[in-house]
């Protein structure tokens, strides 16, 4: 049983990130792992992150969805625990994979801060936030119940602290020091300075961030594949690119699709702050424009060699079955398929669902 719990929590490690551009909701550790009315076991289990992990990648029908968790510092030492999930915990942070914060702060405070400064909802039990979902026991698992007057955001706020560069001076900061790892978190706010969630320090601002744009290829409304644009980098997405960098959507193709969508379908790239699309198909390219969330759509038809720069909410259509779009802009339509678990390898001993 201790080599599948393992496993499980390998799979739970890879849906998580401090990265606001690639997750989809932020959570208090603490408080999700104590639910123990969601699978019936002990008093605390790290795997019910994972049970949650699976009900946000189902509403929002993303076989990837990732989450920002944050975490008390005096959680790496709970006896609920298990001694292995407090290693998990202490390497998860050690990594700058989840957000720690000094032992006594308030974890509820500072995820509403996240989530008003990046749009993300909130997973949690306490409501009053204006994107905030509970996790509640459902029929073969668990789901994600809005709290009254609750909404999922069709798009993503932004803070203007998301638009520069921060530095802690503390050079081994997994978040803001010199070695951190891709995009950085959102630095808390004191009296109105940027200040470091774990180390509580005054941030040097180092300049604007470089534009990122993230980008979610969809098959039968499921995200298959999640990947980000900066300038200068072009990117090839269809069946099978010839470039190693580019984006396969192969292995999620019905063999209608396959037949339909070339190796090379398309080019994106970024010109300034714009996002523009080429077509290289042999089928050619649909772009459904629209100016807003629920507006009304117009179809512009690409051919091999035409460039179209795209609004926010405009999707490419690459087949009937696939399309593509920013990822921190919610679809029209909903998935037919569901995501898949990362629970599959949990023990029944450890999850008891009701």
Request: glycine share 10%; proline share 9%.
């Amino acid at each position: 049983m201790r080599f599948e719990v393992s496993r499980v929590l390998d799979a739970i490690e890879r849906r998580l990130s401090i990265d606001p551009i690639m997750v989809s909701g932020v959570i208090d550790l603490a408080e999700v792992m104590h639910f123990a009315d969601l699978d019936g076991g002990r008093s605390a289990s790290l795997l019910r992150l994972g049970l949650v992990v699976d009900a946000l990648g189902q509403r929002l029908g993303d076989s990837a969805a990732s989450v920002y968790v944050v975490a008390e510092r005096g959680l790496i030492s709970d006896t609920d625990l298990t001694s292995n999930e407090r290693m998990v915990i202490r390497r998860w942070l050690d990594d700058g994979l989840i957000e720690v914060i000094p032992a006594g702060q308030p974890v509820q405070a500072r995820i509403r801060e996240i989530s008003a400064m990046t749009g993300l909802p909130m997973i949690t039990r306490i409501g009053g936030a204006p994107h905030s979902y509970a996790p509640v026991p459902a029929a073969g698992g668990v789901t994600l119940a809005a709290h009254a007057g609750s909404t999922m955001p069709t798009a993503r706020a932004q803070s203007p602290a998301l638009g520069r560069q921060w530095r802690c001076p503390e050079p081994d900061c997994a978040g803001f020091g010199q070695a951190a790892r891709g995009s950085q978190p959102p630095p808390t706010i004191r009296g109105g300075v940027p200040t470091c969630p774990r180390h509580g320090a005054r941030l040097a601002d180092a300049g604007p961030r470089p534009l990122v744009v993230p980008i979610a290829a969809r098959v039968d409304g499921m995200v298959r594949e999640r990947f980000t644009l900066v300038p200068g980098r072009p990117l090839v997405v269809g069946r099978a690119p010839e470039d190693r960098s580019g984006v396969a959507l192969g292995p999620y193709l019905s063999q209608a699709a396959i037949r339909w969508i070339s190796r090379n379908h398309i080019r994106l790239e970024l010109r300034g702050e714009d996002l523009v699309v080429t077509d290289g198909s042999t089928n050619g390219t649909t772009v459904v424009a629209r100016p807003g969330p629920g507006a009304p759509s117009q179809k512009i038809t690409l051919s091999s060699g035409q460039s179209h720069t795209l609004g926010e909410w405009d999707t490419i259509r690459l087949h009937q079955t696939v399309e593509l779009g920013r990822a921190d802009r919610l679809p029209e339509r909903a998935p037919v398929v569901t995501p898949e678990s990362v629970m599959t390898d949990a023990p029944t001993m450890a999850i008891r669902l009701p």
